[in-house]
């Protein structure tokens, strides 16, 4: 026990006597202990120039030049040192101090190294300053003449190489030199001519000047008063970097002060060398030249460019096998990208987008409110940096774009209470954090205040004519206004008529809201179009409504309502024959009006047309029952479900603008189906063909012959026969003239007949080609019977 604390007593007076000012602690003395009692030689021991060459290594790769620079001096010192009282061991010694040192990085919390220490081989601990004395044995003729050999150089040369080596520093702060000056002529520094020195030094100082050229290209452009956040922060850390590189110069302007005497005995004395050469001076200048010409090509990269395309340049630069390349770079980036991130975090917190030079990637636009989310933003992706991906850019657009959406067109300006303020690890965490909040109030706003869903419904139900009775009413009570011609039809008299319809059905009981924005839209028409071409509903919608249900939106639901509205009226108008041509009706007048010939005649002709219209209305029955129910239902189901998963107001768009799509796309309103859509039209035109032709039919059959109807016959069309003129010629000419007019029927109905058939036919063989339109193909020919036939 005595023995430990005798080491320990020991150790703390070789503590102290290094470190006189400090009182050592436990964890010094401890640490002490453990070195002393360490055997830290290894098998093979690398001589001493290498352990010195290893260590000053590690201060350039750490950028510890200067210290690099101050070790190498203190080392040549110590080497030198020899004689009674110098330190014998040289290289253990160096060993030690490297072995400690690596100690010290993989345990950082060990005790720290007290200035004296570090001072240990300062000049105040090596007498005569450290210095070797090179001096010639006087006995050794074999030994050169240093001293002569400096004379000689000295006489041979105009310029000592210490004068050209301050020249060179001088040079590489981009100042000329006594001997040493920048030709404007051929853009270079060039050591004047008339001086005379070797042909190696000559080459060693223009190789040297490089650095100077390339530090008043760089200087310049930080002198530059140059616009932007973004080329300030870049002036500004080209400016550090040129900061260090000035300690650097100013650390080996003081070396080269330091002379080293080449000769010294008895009384003979020559004048003293400077300590930094131009070799040496060489050696040190690598590194700062390797990166003061790669802040010389970033500075022309950047040349003309602001904002995030210098961000991008020197992302892209980064991207450097080189370690010491790539880390200026790193250091550059990460100060040049400062705006940017904080240009992001304003526009992704506070939606706030103050740009006055046009640097950030996002560029606003002046729109009206209801354009505000499709055109207001944009992406610039020229000053988009090559370090944020596309598709972070775009969330980054969403999220600012989503608060000023809500700030403008909802007039909602607490966005702000729900961000979060706190710092962001990383842009991808910031921007995730601020979309899930602020998309996730957008999308509550638009569903919860503004309705979206109840809107879409009303739409569903009246623009889509989905509210049947609503349907069924209006369609009966404008009918007979829309067959007049358009422009003979008052728009205000059909809102009346709009408005009945609505209090006369189910759709009276809907929020007044939505029975509010129903509205009637009449269409630019020509000269002979009637009220059914240019009848439309229509409904109002306002901010922020309107960024989903755009112009061409709602333009989209006039067509589909114009193509429905369609099918509606050929099957009123199918329906309506069939009320003339029921079976009750046939047997009240044939016999009672007509001779039995001519009833018979009618009893055919009537058969016929009952086979005509079967076969239509169930083309027109099966083609409302797909649209309505396989069609509209069906997408209707997929776009609620849709509805529910959104998270964002894009999605919302998205989802809604492929509901449409598929709408138009199913009706054959699409653009692969113009042929399909052109032959249902002309479907439609032979349907109102055959009804025109029942019509007549019926009012052959259904004829009175009082004088009462037969004024009313007179206004029926030409191709009528007027029947009280028949019947007074007797039951013969009544014969022969029902006979021709009943053949004339028949012939239409057989032309109809062909003609539809043949339009059906090829209306069925182009559905195969559409594989959406598998199911309306199935229920128009699910007896394959047409596909056979052709």
């Not at 390339?214 to 040129?242: I, P, T, W, Y």
């Not at 000053?383 to 944020?388: A, G, H, R, T, Y």
């Amino acid at each position: 026990m005595e023995s430990d604390h005798r080491v320990g007593d020991l150790v703390r007076q070789l503590l102290h006597h290094l470190q006189p000012n400090t009182n050592p602690n436990p964890e010094d003395i401890n640490y002490a202990i453990r070195i002393l009692s360490s055997r830290m030689t290894p098998s093979t021991l690398a001589d001493e120039p290498t352990i010195a060459n290893s260590i000053k290594t590690r201060l350039a790769k750490q950028d510890k030049l200067s210290d690099a620079l101050t070790f190498t001096d203190l080392y040549s010192r110590f080497a030198s040192k020899s004689g009674p009282g110098s330190v014998i061991n040289k290289q253990a010694v160096l060993y030690l101090l490297k072995i400690i040192s690596d100690d010290r990085i993989t345990n950082p919390k060990l005790p720290s190294i007290g200035p004296e220490i570090r001072d240990w081989f300062s000049s105040n601990r090596l007498k005569n300053g450290g210095i070797l004395n090179i001096v010639r044995n006087p006995n050794d003729t074999n030994n050169v003449d240093f001293g002569g050999f400096a004379r000689l150089v000295l006489e041979e040369n105009d310029v000592s190489e210490n004068e050209l080596v301050s020249d060179v520093l001088s040079v590489c702060q981009g100042i000329d030199g006594r001997y040493v000056k920048f030709d404007d002529n051929i853009d270079s520094f060039v050591l004047l001519k008339s001086i005379k020195v070797p042909r190696g030094s000559r080459i060693m100082v223009h190789k040297l000047c490089e650095l100077g050229w390339l530090f008043r290209k760089v200087d310049r452009h930080v002198c530059d008063n140059m616009s932007g956040l973004v080329a300030k922060s870049f002036r500004v850390a080209l400016q550090d970097e040129l900061v260090e590189y000035h300690k650097l110069l100013k650390v080996l302007r003081s070396q080269s002060l330091n002379p080293i005497p080449l000769l010294g005995f008895g009384s003979e004395s020559v004048s003293s060398k400077g300590y930094l050469s131009l070799r040496r001076l060489a050696v040190w200048l690598v590194e700062p030249t390797v990166k003061m010409r790669r802040m010389a090509v970033i500075v022309d990269s950047c040349k003309n460019l602001k904002g995030g395309e210098i961000a991008g340049t020197i992302h892209l630069h980064a991207q450097h096998g080189d370690r010491l390349s790539h880390d200026l770079m790193k250091r550059l980036l990460f100060k040049v990208s400062s705006p940017v991130y904080e240009m992001v975090r304003r526009w992704v917190i506070e939606g706030d987008l103050q740009d006055l030079h046009s640097e950030f990637f996002i560029s606003e636009q002046s729109v009206e409110r209801e354009y505000l989310w499709r055109d207001g933003y944009r992406i610039n992706y020229r000053m988009l940096p090559s370090f944020i991906p596309k598709s972070l850019a775009n969330r980054i657009l969403r999220t600012g774009k989503s608060i000023n959406f809500l700030k403008v067109c909802c007039s909602d300006h607490s966005t702000t209470d729900l961000t979060n303020h706190g710092e962001a690890n990383a842009l991808e965490s910031l921007v995730a954090e601020a979309e899930k909040r602020i998309d996730k109030h957008l999308m509550h706003t638009i569903f919860t205040r503004y309705k979206f869903k109840d809107h879409c419904l009303a739409i569903k139900r009246y623009i889509l004519l989905g509210q049947g009775d609503f349907v069924q009413y209006l369609m009966e009570i404008v009918g007979p206004v829309l067959s007049e011609p358009a422009k003979t039809i008052s728009k205000i008299h059909l809102s009346g008529l709009l408005e009945k319809a609505i209090l006369s059905s189910g759709a009276q009981y809907d929020d007044r809201d939505v029975l509010d924005r129903l509205k009637v839209k009449m269409m630019p028409h020509r000269g002979n179009d009637t009220g059914w071409d240019v009848f439309r509903l229509d409904y109002a919608v306002q901010v922020p409504l309107n960024t989903v249900f755009t112009e061409s939106i709602m333009s989209s639901y006039l067509k589909i309502f114009s193509f429905l509205w369609k099918i509606r009226r050929v099957e009123y108008s199918i329906l309506g024959a069939w009320k003339t041509m029921k079976p009750n009706v046939i047997g009240s007048h044939v016999f009672t009006k007509f001779p039995k010939a001519v009833g018979s005649q009618i009893i055919l002709t009537s058969r016929k047309c009952h086979v005509i219209w079967d076969e239509m209305n169930n083309f027109v029955m099966n083609l409302q029952s797909y649209v309505m129910f396989e069609v509209l239902e069906v997408t209707w189901s997929t776009f609620c479900d849709e509805m529910e998963a959104v998270k964002d107001l894009d999605d919302l768009i998205a989802a809604h603008e492929k509901y449409l799509a598929t709408i138009i796309e199913k009706s054959l309103l699409g653009e692969n189906s113009e042929n399909l859509y052109k032959n249902l039209l002309k479907l439609f035109d032979v349907i109102s063909q055959f009804t025109s032709v029942a019509d007549r039919l019926y009012e052959f059959r259904t004829r009175n012959t009082t004088t009462s109807e037969t004024k009313k016959t007179k206004t029926s069309k030409s191709k009528d026969l007027e029947t009280d003129s028949w019947l007074k010629d007797g039951r013969k000419a009544v014969t022969q003239r029902a006979t021709e007019f009943l053949n004339i029927v028949g012939q239409d109905l057989d032309a109809v007949s062909k003609e539809y058939s043949s339009v059906l036919k090829g209306f069925i063989t182009q559905l195969p080609k559409h594989v959406d339109l598998k199911f309306l193909m199935f229920r128009l020919d699910f007896t394959e019977f047409y596909r056979l036939a052709t």
